[in-house]
């Protein structure tokens, strides 16, 4: 268990924004100030990913540190491909937990829109292993994740249809929650048949190109969102590495760990936030973490078990998929979504108050996982 608190949550819309990163990550860092009663913050941990690349700005614990007054204090920026902000937040909880600081600010950015899709392909394939012959056969992330989709479909009785019942469930979630990229209603007709990106995974199989920030500011001082236990693993970083193809040894790991830390096994947990950056992702993490059987996340799917109403209900915000995935500001978005259902004020609140919640923040194609348990007390 750890001794650290949520005190505060912020968020900005997720999309199309006209706001620049610096505004975007400053938009949402004072919200979580406010909401926490503008605590002295004793440090600033940021998650970003490509902010150098894209966008041409560094030093961004700098400029919350200083554009919100917080004084002369440590501030760092946290690099984890797509669990940036996981990681972010976990080096903001051992600042806590070390006796180094009583309050810190953890905030999470991205700013894709702006930029080509080949800028930003080119950016984000730089989370794999760039001197492999993997990727100099042109392995990309869609590739990796639609050979899972491929093999999985092999060795179960999983279909795309399987993955399209995913992407819809995050979908009608993320219709209903007003910070999602994606507020448009579809069908699983229109899942099924849209434009194939790698065989199977059409449009809405892929997490999307998103601006967005999200913040929370965390402390020793108790609050009513307890962070339970918080754990951090790296994994193979190329296909040819993987001992099984249909497993993610990083979620597992991760999550056996959160787990053990928090006492606690995945029958306990109420409402999960996962790293869905593709439809078959999420089925494979829900097996990783113990939710369901392996080789068997798709049946659980097909019986609606994932949804709201279900008996584990997993990406009530939407998800990658529908909420959006600017990259360093995911794994803190997930945290925002889950300290709101525990507040009992989330979008598409889960029917019974939740008491335990879980994250996990996935980076690269298994080279970071990190898992948090959150608890309402």
């Known amino acids: 268990m750890t001794n650290a608190y949520i005190h505060g949550i912020g968020m900005t819309k997720f999309g199309t924004l006209e706001s620049s990163l610096k505004e975007l990550l400053l938009e949402a860092s004072a919200e979580a100030l406010r909401d926490a009663g503008r605590p002295k913050i004793d440090a600033v941990f940021v998650g970003n990913f490509m902010g150098g690349s894209i966008s041409n700005q560094e030093i961004l614990g700098a400029i919350v540190a200083n554009e919100l007054g917080l004084g002369y204090i440590p501030s760092t920026k946290v690099e984890g491909a797509c669990a940036s902000g996981g990681i972010a937040f976990r080096q903001g909880l051992l600042g806590i937990m070390s006796g180094e600081y009583d309050t810190v600010l953890v905030a999470g950015v991205e700013k894709m829109k702006h930029a080509s899709t080949p800028d930003v392909t080119q950016a984000i394939n730089a989370a794999m292993d760039t001197t492999t012959n993997e990727k100099n056969a042109g392995l990309t992330f869609p ?95 190329k296909m040819q590495d993987a001992i099984d193809l249909l497993s993610i040894p990083a979620i597992g790991e991760s999550g056996r760990r959160a787990y053990e830390k928090a006492g606690v096994g995945p029958e306990d947990i109420d409402v999960v936030e996962i790293h869905d950056c593709f439809s078959m992702t999420e089925i494979i993490a829900t097996e990783e973490l113990g939710f369901f059987n392996r080789r068997e996340g798709w049946k659980a799917v097909e019986e609606g078990r994932t949804k709201v109403d279900g008996d584990k209900p997993v990406n009530t915000s939407g998800g990658l998929l529908s909420r959006g995935h600017p990259i360093g ?49």
Do not use: W
């Not at 951090?232 to 970083?237: E, I």
């Not at 925002?336 to 259902?341: I, P």
């Open 143 to 237: 590739g990796f994740f639609g050979v899972l989709a491929n093999r999985y479909f092999h060795e179960t009785g999983a279909s795309k249809e399987h993955l399209a019942r995913v992407a819809l469930k995050n979908r009608e979630n993320g219709v209903n929650n007003p910070l999602a990229q994606f507020p448009k209603p579809t069908s699983i007709e229109e899942i099924m048949n849209a434009r194939m990106i790698t065989d199977p995974l059409g449009l809405f199989d892929c997490s999307p190109m998103t601006d967005g920030a999200a913040a929370v500011v965390i402390s020793r001082k108790k609050s009513p969102v307890h962070v339970r236990a918080s754990a951090q693993v790296s994994g193979p970083t």
């Open 329 to 377: 500001a995911t794994g803190i978005a997930q945290i925002y979504q889950l300290v709101r259902q525990l507040r009992g004020n989330a979008a598409n609140q889960v029917p019974k108050l939740p008491r335990l919640a879980m994250a996990q923040n996935l980076g690269g194609t298994g080279s970071y996982s990190t898992v948090h348990i959150l608890e309402r007390v």
